[in-house]
Structures are given as C-alpha cells and as structure tokens.
C-alpha cells in the first residue's frame, strides 16, 4: 500500500531422520545395483544367509548436506549427488553365525504340527508341519542390526483356513431362559458371531509353535450380536415360579386313545420353550399352527356336534390337544395375566376344572393371553405316559391370585341323539349306546390381590373377574337300523331290508316263490353230480346267496343253487 521496503528473516528448519529416509528409498527406487548389506531368508524350511554385495551408493552425509541447503534456498536449482562405489559392512561369516545362533530355534518352530483350539463351541484347527515349512519366514530386525525376527507368512496359513470357513466361523447365538428340573431358572450365555480374525492368524500360530505344547488358542473375532444377548436375558426378570398347572389322563387304551395321548404330548413340545415378552400377546394357535398329520399329529375322539366322535372329520386330527390347551389356561389363570380368549368345552368333561377349562380347534376356538406385566413369560411344558403340565415362569411383583367356583344351575335336561346302524335288525329295539348327563350353567371367579405399589394397581388391594359359561347336556345316543331313524335324520331310508329266508334243503320251485314272495329276484344255478349234488339232494337247494338271515332290500338279487342228480350209467360186465 506504500512506503518503504523491508526485509524480514524466516527461520528453516528440518528433520534429518527423515531426510535420510528419503535418500534410502531414492537409493532403493534409483539406483539399479546398489550395495546390499546381507539378510536372513527361509528356504524350504531352512534358515539361510543371502549374503551382502557390493554396489552403487550415495555418502549419505554429503548429500543430505546438499539436499538440506536446497532447502533453505528460493532460488532452487537442481543439484546432483554424488554416487560411489559401497563396500558392506557386514561380511558372509558374520551372517553364517546369525544363521548357526538361530536355525535350531527355527526347526523347532516347524517340526511337527500346531493346534488352535476354541472351547464353546468346539473348535479344532490343525496346521500340519508342511504347511508351517512353507509358511515360515525370517528377517533381519533392521538393515544394520544382528537380530533375526522369525515369523509366519499369514497367506498360506488364511488360505488354508478360508477353505474351511463354513465350519470354522460361528452364528450369533441367543442367550436361553431354562427351567430347570429343580423349578428354578437358569440363563445359559448367548455370544455374538464368531469371524475368522485374519490379523491375528499368524501371530496364533507362532505362539503355539514356540508353546511346549503346540497348541494355542484359535483367533475369532466378534462379528453380529446375538437377537437376545446375555444382559438382555437377565435384564427379563424372568426369576420366579408363577404356577405350575397339571392335568390327567388314561394312559394306553385302544389306538385312538394312545394317539390322543400322542396329540398331548407333541403340542407341548411344540410350546415347551416359548418366551412371551411384557405386553405381548401369546396365541397358541399362532404359535403351534394347524394340527396335521406332517407335523406329527394323528387322528382321535373330538367333540363334533353334540358328542364325542372319531375319526373322518378333519377335527379329529389332533384329537385331544383341548387337554393341553387347558392346563395352558390354568397356568395363565393363576399367573393373573391377561385373558384375551378362551373357550371351554360344550360338554363337560369331569377330568378338567368346573368352567377353568379350554377347548381348542383351527383357528378358533384359542387360547390367547396377553402378558401384562413388566417380566417376560416362559412356558415350560413336561409330559408323562399319563399327565401334561404347564409351568410359568416371570415376575408378577408379589400378585397373588384365588379361583372361586359358583354353584350349578340352570338345569338342561339331556335330548335323544340317534345313530344309523345298518348292521341291526330293522325289527328289533333300539340299542342305546350312551346315558345322558343334563347340561348346566356355572360362574368361575378370579381374585387378585395386589399388594401397595403395584404398578397394576398401586394403593394394593383386590380386584374380583368372573366368567359364566353354559354346558351342552349330553345326549342319550341310540343306535337303529337307518329305516327306523325319523324321516328328517340325514341318514333315514325309506325302505326296510327284510331277512333272507333260509332255502338250503327245499326244491327249486318253492325256493323260487319264497324268493319272489319276498320281493326278491330269484337267480337259479343247477349243478350235476358231485360235491355236496348226491342222490339224496336231487332238486333241492344246496346253496344260497345271501346267507339265510342276511337283510336285503326289496329288488335285490337272491342266488340259489340246485342240485341236478342223474343217475349214472349201469358198470360194463367184465366178462
């Protein structure tokens, strides 16, 4: 902006280290045959001296002197250093003794295999001795030091375990919330994913190579959290025993009742386990799905209509899971969750609590329940030949739960249920296979008692619930020929069969009349002698179909068989 020049000085200044860095790799990247000082190399197994050479060089004092005046000078101009003829220092002898003072140690580290090992879960990985030769590798510390590092290439080593990874690395694992048998939980610790850890595979194997053992620890690191990690298991408060809910059945029995049995026993396994979080809700038919036959259910007695049936209807596949379904309910009952839905039986069954009961069927009716406190639920589930129990596990805050059961009423009488038998004489009475139980009305109650502080209730104190529920009276169930149902029953049939009369011993005509009179068809077969034809049956009935007794509708064919007897011919004179 004006006024008088004026000179100021700048101070300089640099790194000497580094500048002669710089020379080393100018010499390394320049010059085509500089001196080398010798090194330690190994050769299919054995340490070897590469030994030093002479060669081209730079006095590596003089030109950082002239590299640093260039430094401080703005008028730059390109400088040029000198080169010169550099003789080692270090002689061959010097670096046979290296290789005398070290090669022992470096045999040991290659003379048999090394094992890297991890406990949980189990893993084993074995380098073998050929492996660990072609790996090895040795270095001098620097350029101008007698120390000799021995190493492991970590290539051919993370080569070798890179073909294994599907075995080797690990998936997250979630942490368990176990019930033991002794009723107390346990938490079994998750761990996140388990990865191959390439920067320390080397370094794993030197150290078990150089162990008396020859063995090390396998180098993971940790890759995905698990969906469920140790703290978060503990942090579910999952620690008290809220109920345990058992019912009974009859052990063996015919088919259909060791399948239902099998029933039972599967749909608990396939709930044994499930945690339900706070605030949510559990449906048990989300839960286990549709009952089939692929998924190891089997056909037995259900509830069809107003009585117990087996096994066409496609109810009956997994008959018996109601028994399940219903000590599910008394664990939730008395745990005081919520209860969303549940459905007793239409009938009453006497093995099951009065009205504390569940049925099941696909998808309704369920047992759905709501978790509505703030500790997870785990459903732990035990079966024997013949019991099934339901065991929740939580934290409730101290809630206490009492069931009350109202007295029977509102009486149903039971109605006559009748069944097609058309195996039963038309004539004869009714066979009555099942006595009727009238039907009833009952309330279940639940008392909660909250203590002071609850979050549910925090002054404390009782909250009564109640349920009614109505049982379907069972039926009186006779069995009679379809021709005797009333006309509405599905299964009635106008027309009476009418019992076969009995031919065998009478002569054709009169066989034929009794079959005509009958409103039959008559089919007449004759036979010639032989058989049961003897003089003696000649023209009379021998055979029939159907058999005396059997009941035929009108217009159905009766066949009968006549014997034809002739009188053989005189035997010839021998003479």
């Known amino acids: 902006t004006g006024g008088d020049a004026e000179s100021i000085s700048l101070a300089t200044g640099y790194s000497r280290n580094l500048l002669n860095d710089v020379l080393d790799r100018w010499v390394v990247e320049s010059i085509d045959n500089p001196a080398y000082e010798g090194g330690i190399e190994v050769v299919d197994g054995t340490v070897t001296a590469v030994y030093p050479t002479s060669g081209v060089g730079i006095d590596k004092d003089y030109s950082a002197d002239l590299v640093a005046a260039a430094l401080v000078d703005f008028d730059r101009v390109p400088i040029e250093l000198p080169t010169q003829v550099i003789t080692p220092t270090r002689t061959p002898a010097q670096l046979d003794a290296i290789v005398a003072r070290i090669e022992a140690e470096a045999a040991d580290l ?80 998750g761990r996140s994913q388990l990865l191959i850890d390439e920067s320390r595979v080397a370094e794993a194997v030197l150290q078990a190579a150089q162990s008396a053992t020859k063995a090390g620890i396998f180098p993971f690191k940790e890759g995905q959290e698990p969906s469920l990690t140790t703290q978060e298991a503990i942090d579910l408060k999952v620690d008290t025993l809220l109920y345990r809910a058992t019912t009974f059945f009859s052990p063996g029995g015919d088919w259909m009742n060791q399948n239902r049995t099998k029933n039972i026993q599967r749909i608990a396994e396939e709930t044994d386990g499930a945690i339900v979080m706070p605030g949510e809700t559990f449906s048990l038919n989300e839960h286990v799905g549709q009952r089939t036959i692929e998924d190891g259910y089997f056909r037995a007695g259900a509830i069809i209509g107003p009585r117990v049936q087996c096994c066409d209807h496609p109810a009956n596949i997994g008959g018996g899971v109601s028994q399940f379904a219903t000590t599910l309910y008394n664990a939730v009952f008395f745990s005081g969750l919520e209860d969303i839905a549940h459905t007793p039986h239409t009938l009453y069954f006497p093995r099951y609590p009065m009205g504390r009961e569940a049925t099941l069927g696909f998808p309704t009716p369920d047992v759905v329940f709501r978790n509505n406190t703030d500790a997870a639920i785990l459903i732990d589930t035990e079966t024997t030949s013949d019991s099934v129990t339901v065991r929740f596990y939580g934290n409730t805050g101290g809630l206490e739960v009492e069931s009350g059961l109202s007295d029977q009423r509102a009486w149903v009488d ?88 009995n031919l065998i011993g009478k002569g054709g005509g009169n066989a034929e009349n009794l079959i005509v009179n009958g409103g039959w068809t008559p089919e007449r077969q004759d036979v010639g002698n032989g058989g049961t034809c003897t003089a003696e049956q000649h023209n009379k009935v021998i055979n029939q179909s159907p058999e005396a007794g059997s009941f035929l509708l009108p217009e159905g064919t009766v066949i009968f068989t006549v014997c034809n007897w002739t009188e053989p011919p005189p035997e010839a004179d021998p003479d």
């Open 110 to 189: 290659i003379a048999t295999s090394v094992t890297l090992s991890w406990l949980t879960p189990p893993v084993s990985v074995t380098f073998a001795q050929p492996l660990l030769e072609q790996s090895l590798q040795a270095r001098l510390v620097s350029p101008d030091s007698n120390e000799v590092e021995l190493y492991f290439d970590p290539d051919p080593l993370i080569t070798y375990l890179l073909g294994r990874r599907a075995d080797l690395e690990q998936e997250p694992l979630d942490a368990q919330i176990v019930a033991r048998e002794d009723e107390e939980v346990t938490i079994i610790p």
């Open 414 to 501: 039971p109605e006559d249920v009748f069944v097609a038998n058309p195996e039963l004489d038309p004539e004869s009475e009714p066979d009555q296979t099942a006595t009727g139980k009238p039907g009833f009305t009952v309330t279940v109650f639940r008392y909660l008692t909250f203590p002071e502080g609850h979050p549910r209730k925090p002054e404390g104190g009782q909250v009564t619930q109640t349920w009614v529920w109505r049982y379907d009276p069972f039926p009186n169930v006779f069995e009679m020929h379809p021709c005797k149902l009333p006309e509405e029953h599905s299964d009635y049939e106008p027309t009476c069969p009418a019992g076969v009369p």
